[in-house]
Every structure is written in structure tokens, then in C-alpha cells.
């Protein structure tokens, strides 16, 4: 048994808030199960930061298992193939609502059934590759990072000058334990992973972050020392897993504003990444599946492995209850997971969980009440803006005043939201915000 499950969980924040993790407790112990992809698959042609691939396909046309559909070369650094989850047909393209965007061009594949799992490219001896060759493909499996950002892996491990490999392994989020479970599960992957994420890098110190305490995945943290890796244990608090304020927790840096981690000489990459990063390289396997948490209040928390695109109400049939028992879905975490207005909505790379609200778990947002001015919000915020007088601003379209109040610097931890008096969704004017700042003047 991994935890203390006899008592609850909490994290702490400042201002003395409590985040209430003990939810994921369930799950810490629920093997992954893999979900069968559906009749119907739907790939969105861009599932990173950064610029929509092209197709590399038609409708009518036959595709196989880790076929590349997406793509674009010309689009600059951070554009990021994407591969077909199944043997199938495509049967339409198209622009679709994207699940955390406006509508973007998305590809219906036809599942053929034919259960075919063969990887697509070619495995690699990274002894006999050059970092070019490394690199190289790690962008053409399409990997990015599983963390939640999903920033393309291959443009982190370009960087140079880099002094710190950091493994972000804590897992803030109080109902997702997916990346614990891919520790458990698959630890000689990871940490080869995380050896070769250190060779591009050209790295001789490896910090493995993670809230367990001694002991508690014994194996795991024996096989770590063996490969000198540090082991960094992070105190229990929810915001802490944000890149910036991790790398502030175990090497006391500052991330300049409008700076990144790799300035400083540090790289941050999830746990689920560098199991990535293993798998396309040993055994030429392109990102086209992966873990994440399921979770509601009546069912508790399961643990799925599942290919991209598999339609959220193919994933809550297979695990027994149906899509019409849930007013809202958020796709992600209870903190940060964005609500999606039904369960046709496909999974994407950054999904690291499925949280459903039944009928009478009403939405704290959606009757809001007037700002009081506690300054509740300002007290809780982990990276010290001011998320009220934000979205003053934000209500404003006043770009001058949201620069002025660093709205960039939000990490959109869900925070300020959760502790509001009157239920005011700030994180919905914070994203804003930022959106209005980077608008061309």
C-alpha cells in the first residue's frame, strides 16, 4: 500500500487555505486499465502549444496504427506532428470545437478494428544516434509534455547551457493519480526515459520531485539512486507543482517574469514525458496513448489507459455509467480541468483526467454574486497578482493595466476561484487576460 490512506490528505497554501488531495487516495491503488478505442475516433490536427498541423491525408483514405495525419514543418519550432490512434478510414475533416479552444481542424477515423498496436517507426540505439537523430525523433512521435502544458519535448531538449534536469513527478492535482500509477507500473521505462532526456541535455544533475515520503515506493527510489538521481522531496502543496514555483522550491531560482526555466539553466519535464520519450526511442513508438484519472463523486477515481481521440462518452461506458448522469465534465483536474459543454468530445495529449459532476453537484460559478473586496483571492494566489483588480481590468479590455498587474505570470492553479465568498470564476478573466495581452497592438 502506497499513502496513509486512515486519515484524510491536505495540501497547504498560503493564507492557511487547505486543498483537500485524500479524493485521489482511491485510485493510488487501481492498476490501469485500458480502454478499447472507439467505432468513431476524433484527432485534432493540433494538441500542443504552438501552430495547427496540416493533414497529410484525405477523406476516403485508409490509415494504419502510429500513421502521421498531421503535420507542418514549415510552421515553425513548436508545431508538433500528430498519428492515428487506430487501423481505420477517414471519414471526414474538418473544423470542430476543440475542447480548450475556438474550432480548430479535426480528423474522424473510421476504426477498422483490427487491433493492430505495431509501432510505427523504427527503434534507435541512442549509442549509435547523434542528438540531431534523438531529437529528431522526438518530434516526429509527436511528444509533448504530459504534464498539462503540453509544450513540444523536442524544442525543452534542444535547449543548451543547461545545468539541471528536474523530473516533475508530485502530481498536485487533488484527484489525479495517474502519473503515481506509471511509477508503479512502469519504473525501468521512466527512468530510461529520464536518462536519455539527461543525455540530449548533455546534464549531470537529475532531481526526481515528488511528495511521497521514504519508503513508500521503495524499488523505484533504489533503482533512482542507483542511476544518481536525486531524489527531491516536496513539501505538501498543491500550486508547488507549477514549473516555475518548482524549480523556486528545490534550487531557490527565480524565474524571471517573461522568462522560462531554461534561462536560468533548468529543464522541467513530467514523469509521463520521459516514459514518452522511452518508448518512441527503444521501441519506436509515437504518443498516441496514454494514462489518466478518471473521477466523480459517486464512482470514485479509476485509473485508464487510452488512445487520443477516444470520445469522453466512450471512456464512461466502458467504465460502467452513463454519459446522461452528468450535468458537467471537465477535462483535467477538479482544480484546472475545463469544462466541456458534453462528452463528445475526444481526449487529447494533455489529458490527464476525466472529472465528472453528477446532476446534483450544481456549479459554484454559475450564480455568482457581487466582489466583496476580501482580498481572499490575492492572500491564496502562489505567485502574489492581484486576480480581482485583474479582472477589473479584464472587464476593461484595458491591456496597459493587465501588463502592469503581470497577469502572464498566472499559472492558472484554479486557486482563487476555489476560495471566492461570492463563487467568482476569476481563472476564467486571468486566461483572458492573458489573451488580451498578447493580442497585436
Not at 495540501?11 to 482511491?26: A, I, L, P, T
Not at 523530473?167 to 506509471?182: G, Y
Not at 492558472?412 to 488580451?436: A, D, H, M, Q, W
Request: hydrophobic share 35%.
Amino acid at each position: 500500500m502506497i499513502f496513509d490512506k486512515k486519515s484524510k490528505l491536505y495540501f497547504r497554501e498560503k493564507g492557511g487555505f487547505k486543498v483537500d488531495v485524500s479524493m485521489k487516495m482511491s485510485a493510488v491503488d487501481d492498476a490501469f486499465k485500458e480502454v478499447p478505442p472507439a467505432d468513431k475516433m476524433i484527432v485534432f490536427l493540433r494538441q500542443n502549444i504552438g501552430a495547427e498541423t496540416k493533414p497529410l491525408i484525405k477523406e476516403g483514405d485508409s490509415v494504419s496504427y502510429g500513421q502521421k495525419i498531421g503535420d507542418d514543418e514549415s510552421g515553425g519550432l513548436l508545431t508538433v506532428p500528430v498519428h492515428s490512434p487506430v487501423d481505420g478510414t477517414i471519414s471526414k475533416i474538418s473544423n470542430m470545437l476543440h475542447p480548450i479552444s475556438k474550432k480548430e481542424e479535426s480528423v474522424v477515423i473510421i476504426n477498422t478494428k483490427t487491433e493492430n498496436k505495431v509501432p510505427s517507426l523504427t527503434p534507435l540505439d541512442p549509442k549509435q544516434s547523434s542528438r540531431e537523430d534523438l531529437l529528431k525523433r522526438i518530434r516526429e512521435a509527436g511528444i509533448v509534455g504530459l504534464g498539462g502544458a503540453a509544450f513540444p519535448t523536442h524544442v525543452k531538449l534542444s535547449s543548451n547551457n543547461i545545468s539541471t534536469l528536474i523530473i516533475n513527478a508530485k502530481e498536485s492535482d487533488p484527484n489525479i493519480a495517474c502519473d503515481i500509477r506509471l511509477i508503479i507500473e512502469k519504473p525501468k521505462e521512466i527512468i530510461t526515459g529520464i536518462k536519455l532526456m539527461a543525455k540530449i541535455l548533455g546534464v549531470g544533475k537529475i532531481i526526481f520531485a515528488t511528495r511521497t515520503k521514504e519508503g513508500e515506493i521503495a524499488e523505484f527510489e533504489n533503482a533512482l539512486k542507483s542511476n544518481s538521481i536525486e531524489i527531491a522531496r516536496i513539501r505538501p502543496n498543491y500550486s508547488v507543482g507549477s514549473e516555475r514555483l518548482l524549480v523556486k522550491e528545490i534550487l531557490n531560482k527565480e524565474v524571471p517574469s517573461e522568462k522560462y526555466p531554461t534561462d536560468i539553466g533548468v529543464v522541467v519535464h513530467n514523469v509521463a514525458t520521459a516514459y514518452a520519450v522511452s518508448k518512441a526511442i527503444y521501441d519506436g513508438e509515437p504518443l498516441v496513448s496514454r494514462g489518466l484519472t478518471y473521477f466523480s463523486k459517486d464512482t470514485g477515481a479509476q485509473n485508464l489507459w487510452v488512445r487520443m481521440g477516444t470520445p469522453i462518452h466512450h471512456i464512461l461506458k466502458h467504465v460502467g455509467v452513463s454519459p446522461d448522469a452528468f450535468e458537467r465534465i471537465a477535462l483535467g483536474s477538479l482544480m484546472m480541468g475545463p469544462t466541456i459543454p458534453n462528452s463528445s468530445f475526444p481526449i487529447l495529449k494533455a489529458t490527464s483526467g476525466i472529472t465528472a459532476f453528477t446532476k446534483n453537484e450544481i456549479n459554484p460559478y454559475e450564480y455568482s454574486l457581487p466582489c466583496i473586496r476580501c482580498a481572499y483571492c490575492n492572500t491564496v494566489c502562489p505567485v502574489n497578482i492581484y486576480p480581482q483588480l485583474i479582472m477589473e481590468a479584464e472587464k476593461r479590455g484595458d491591456a496597459n493595466r493587465l501588463r502592469k498587474l503581470h497577469v502572464d505570470v498566472c499559472i492558472e492553479c484554479g486557486l482563487c476561484s476555489y476560495v471566492c465568498p461570492s463563487r467568482i470564476n476569476f481563472t476564467k478573466y486571468l486566461t483572458s487576460g492573458k489573451k488580451i495581452i498578447q493580442k497585436p497592438t
